[in-house]
């Protein structure tokens, strides 16, 4: 997760849920980014889920009006969903890898299968 976040800014703070209830641990993305397992330190269990937050200021007194509040919390929530949440990706197992088996020459294909088990593509016919 770290890597997708690389370019979030560092007052996002992140929330791990462990497994063990009533478990679980919050620290500022700087803090993660400098000790990647500052989070699961004295945790017992795995971590099944963790959210992203980032304050903003919304409206203010002097402002007044529902409107300045409004496009304080749109403004707020696209500039959340543009610098952190678009950066994710869903998480995928990497591919397995393949054993490398060495190419059978046929010459030895030969050798082992009589050739009328070999398979020659028959000539066209015209007919």
Known sequence: MLKQLKDVPGDVQ?????????????????????APKVLA?????????FSLEQAFP??????????SFITSVTSSTDTFYGTVVQQLQEWAPTAPKQNE?????????????????LFEPAPPSFA
């Open 14 to 34: 992140v929330e791990a849920v462990f497994s063990e209830r009533g478990n679980e641990a919050c620290e500022h993305l700087d803090a993660v980014r400098a």
């Open 41 to 49: 330190d004295g945790r017992a269990g795995e971590i099944v889920s």
């Open 58 to 67: 919304m409206g203010g007194r002097r402002w007044g009006t529902a409107a």
């Open 101 to 117: 088996q060495p190419r059978a020459d046929t010459a030895d294909t030969e050798a082992e299968f009589p050739r009328e088990f």
